[in-house]
């Protein structure tokens, strides 16, 4: 029986994070840890979060870190490298179907190149809203439609090859919706990150604050 697309793609997380080398580097992604400093520490929710390196950097800062995936692989290498900088992080092992989380429990959500399935990606989105508290922030960085012509020109680069399951500003103001926007662009960024994120490539940067419930 041909493995379904959900299966491939987990073998394909798993292969790449079995390697003794850590697929992206163990340094946190610079917009995020940008960001995260700009918010005081509580609970932030880190989903595709790999092999740890902004799980760990969170925690590091103080942040009370749950991440997930769907690989085995990636959580073994991040629980490595949270234990070489001292700090612990919660990491579960699933698709965020099979992942239940209690409405309005975390402070904010990272999703760093947490790209999914394309007929998931916005049903994703709205379960992560329903997990974060009102007045918690949302911090996004992930690859732009634009970017699939750089990745055919340079395969190095990264990111998925299929159109849908990348992103544009419109996509991240519709999956949450009523946000306060604290930055939404499209920039050009050169990525130097260890094996698979190398050369230019062009991303989706959104940070955004659940909004209050009205009175």
């Not at 690989?71 to 612990?88: F, P």
């Not at 179907?97 to 999703?111: K, P, T």
């Not at 050169?190 to 909004?211: C, W």
């Amino acid at each position: 029986m041909e493995p379904t697309w959900d299966e491939q793609y987990k073998q394909l997380w798993d292969d790449r994070y079995k390697k003794e080398e850590y697929a992206y580097g163990k340094a946190p992604d610079a917009f995020f840890e940008q960001w995260l400093k700009k918010f005081e520490p509580g609970l932030i929710l880190m989903p595709a979060d790999g092999e740890g390196r902004n799980g760990v950097f969170a925690a590091t800062l103080n942040w009370q870190v749950t991440a997930f995936d769907l690989s085995a692989e990636g959580k073994a290498k991040a629980l490595q490298l949270a234990q070489q900088h001292g700090v612990n992080l919660a990491y579960l092992v699933g698709d965020l179907e099979q992942l239940a989380f209690d409405e309005q429990c975390f402070d904010a959500i990272g999703l760093i190149f947490a790209h999914f399935a394309a007929e998931k990606k916005s049903q994703f989105h709205q379960k992560l809203d329903r997990c974060l508290k009102p007045g918690g922030v949302v911090i996004f960085e992930a690859f732009s439609k634009n970017h699939l012509q750089l990745t055919l020109n340079n395969p190095h680069i990264g990111g998925p090859k299929d159109i849908n399951m990348l992103f544009s500003k419109e996509d991240l103001v519709a999956d949450f919706k009523d946000y306060e926007i604290l930055l939404l662009e499209e920039e050009e960024y050169i990525l130097n990150e260890s094996i698979y994120h190398n050369g230019k490539g062009l991303v989706i940067r959104f940070v955004g604050r659940k909004p209050l419930p009205s009175k």
